[in-house]
């Protein structure tokens, strides 16, 4: 019969039945001592049944120890059979080597064959208390099936010493008894307690490498998962990992609350589950950022990948009343090309999704080589461009705007340029990006827009200036009063700044930027819709906004897609800014051909090369004098 306890799980009852395995020597030492004694004993007497019970225990004997050796390497899974054999065997051994004792004392051989295979069969007895008391039935049932035939011959045999050893017997087999079940009861509590350790252990590990918000692995999970992931990949050539970004996510936390940025981020990791592979790898590294990784193909894979989760993470979601439309940028690099480790790789995703963010953000980046050095180049850049001001490295420039139907220069656009001591001349697109992503930009542009309006304070009052604002501008604190205090002390009245915004900064619908666009505009500055047709190019923003001003992007005049469509898109917005008021501006002309056919289309100004490149100020000035004494050759003359 098996035993059962509530108390003792599988787990723990397979650990003990383990343990009656262990350390086959001592079956192999106890059989040997007891084979030889069965041996010597039956080789004092001619009794059959003696010898025949001396060969059976013989034989069970080393059946125990073949089956210690064997069996748990056959049946390591089945813990009920190596229990139910471990038991028979036990039971048939012991219950031999008490019926060899009892004969011994029954048909009453020489004393020192009693006493050789008694002792033996109570030091075994005894033994079995201690050594198999992780089962106390195989422990308990061993001893009475040895102790119960010498008690019973020690007392069919009448003299009071005998029955007295039968008594003894009885009361060491209680006293044994009652040593197995602690022994038992320590070891079970033991094995519990240890068990339990385990599986709480497991769990604080699971959550230590647990995110508490989205349920997904947190960083340290992923930095464990991932090595482990790269480790076992055998099925595929090449491992990708897709690095996420979520744009305009700090947006939804600051209006809504942190709460529903939550959910948010609940509702992303849940569409990264149902669009990631069986064994992806998927976590959150921290804030809005997540990463996934699995095994692929090919780069074509990756691809289509990215474009799946890329369009699952930018579909809208509902958030109570609130309708959320959260784009995501997205760097991909992939194993072994473009790093032979987890750490290189997530180096190269990480600077795959800063590119993807600099290029515009909603959209997905693999990694090259160049952007390494794109990024030292970036680093260099940051640090200098805030001391450039400080240096005068920086300087404004002015490109005129010019009315296609008179010739005449109706505005500048300021544009800055930075002369740098040891790198020379450096590209607007290679500072302006970064100034606007480290946050210098506001400083930058307040600059700009201070040294613009000093210079155009000088020029004709019928001249205007343009500056261009980044959305950062327009979200710090005060813009607008920094805007208005600049036109203060230049002396520059607020109708001759116009201030050049394009469709991106309107996208988000923000209170602030109408807040902004709205204080302005009542002190009379105003504003133009810049780079018109690359974005979105709603009409409604013509409408909702004041804009004086459109400024069609130059890829509609000069670029690959120039042609009779384009000119047909010129056309209808011109008609379109006709009926509405609004003033056309034609960007990016170098011939004569192009002012022709913008000005037949309805474009009332236009700027580009061909009239202009953008010069200092003491040069506009000049080329105004010189307009002022082309159209009044008396004054030229005076």
């Not at 011994?104 to 020489?110: E, H, K, Q």
């Not at 506001?442 to 959305?471: H, M």
């Not at 819709?529 to 004086?548: A, H, M, V």
Request: charged letters at 20%.
């Amino acid at each position: 019969m098996l035993f059962r306890t509530n108390a003792i799980d599988d787990r723990v009852r397979k650990i003990l039945v383990a343990n009656l395995y262990t350390k086959p020597g001592t079956l192999v030492t106890g059989a040997a001592n007891g084979i030889l004694a069965a041996l010597i004993a039956a080789s004092y007497t001619t009794i059959p049944l003696i010898f025949e019970t001396a060969v059976i225990l013989s034989v069970i004997g080393v059946l125990r120890v073949v089956m210690a050796i064997v069996l748990p390497r056959l049946m390591k899974r089945s813990t009920k059979w190596l229990e139910l054999l471990y038991e028979l065997g036990a039971f048939s051994y012991c219950f031999a080597v008490g019926v060899l004792g009892g004969m011994t004392i029954y048909f009453g051989l020489p004393a020192a064959a009693q006493l050789l295979v008694t002792c033996y069969a109570i030091g075994y007895g005894s033994g079995m208390s201690s050594r198999n008391a992780g089962r106390p039935t195989i422990a308990v049932g061993g001893m009475v099936l040895t102790f119960a035939p010498i008690c019973v011959a020690l007392w069919l045999v009448g003299d009071l010493a005998s029955r007295a050893l039968a008594v003894a017997i009885v009361i060491a087999f209680l006293g044994m008894m009652s040593i197995a079940f602690q022994i038992f009861r320590t070891l079970r509590d033991s094995v519990a307690a240890a068990e339990t350790s385990a599986r709480l252990a497991e769990k604080m590990q699971v959550l230590a490498r647990t995110d508490v918000v989205t349920n997904l692995l947190n960083r340290a999970g992923l930095n464990h998962f991932l090595v482990e992931h790269l480790s076992r990949r055998n099925q595929s050539p090449n491992l990708a990992l897709f690095w996420f970004d979520l744009d305009k996510f700090k947006e939804v936390n600051d209006a809504l609350g942190h709460q529903t940025g939550d959910r948010v981020l609940c509702e992303m990791a849940q569409r990264l589950r149902s669009q990631a592979k069986p064994d992806a790898v998927i976590g959150r590294f921290g804030g809005d950022e997540f990463i996934l990784a699995c095994d692929v193909r090919d780069r074509r894979e990756a691809e289509a990948i990215a474009l799946a989760l890329l369009g699952e993470i930018s579909r809208p979601l509902r958030i109570d009343q609130h309708r959320l439309e959260v784009g995501c940028s997205m760097g991909i690099a992939l194993y072994p090309e473009d790093g032979a480790d987890i750490e290189t790789l997530m180096q190269g995703a990480d600077l795959a999704l800063y590119h993807a963010k600099v290029n515009g953000r909603n959209q997905a980046s693999f990694f090259d080589p160049s952007m390494t050095r794109d990024l030292v180049r970036r680093r260099e850049i940051e640090a200098e461009l805030r001391l450039a001001v400080q240096r005068d490295e920086l300087s404004i420039f002015f490109q005129p705007i010019v009315d296609l139907a008179t010739g005449k220069i109706r505005a500048f656009e300021a544009l800055v340029r930075w002369f740098h001591p040891e790198k020379g001349e450096l590209r607007p697109d290679e500072f302006i990006p970064v100034a606007e992503e480290t946050g210098a930009i506001i400083t930058l542009g307040n600059w700009i827009t201070a040294q613009a309006a000093r210079a155009a304070a000088q020029w004709p009052d019928d001249v205007t200036v343009a500056v261009n604002l980044s959305p950062l501008q327009i979200k710090a604190p005060g813009a607008a009063l920094g805007i208005l205090s600049a036109l203060r002390e230049a002396r520059l009245p607020p109708h001759r700044l116009e201030l050049e915004i394009t469709e991106t900064v309107l996208l988000d619908h923000s209170k602030q930027t109408e807040d902004f666009m709205a204080e302005l505009s009542a002190a009379g500055v105003r504003f133009a819709l810049d780079d018109f047709g690359t974005g979105y190019s709603s009409l409604g923003y013509l409408n909702k906004y004041p804009f004086g001003k459109i400024k069609v992007d130059r890829s509609f005049v000069s670029g690959i897609n120039a042609g009779a469509k384009s000119d047909a898109i010129i056309r209808a917005v011109s008609e379109m800014a006709s009926r509405l008021g609004m003033e056309i501006v034609a960007e990016g002309l170098e011939t004569v051909e192009q002012v022709k056919t913008v000005r037949a289309a309805g474009c009332t100004l236009g700027q580009g090369y061909y009239f202009s490149r953008a010069v200092p100020d003491y040069l506009a000035g000049m080329l105004l004098t010189q307009e002022r004494d082309q159209l009044n050759p008396k004054r030229a003359a005076g």
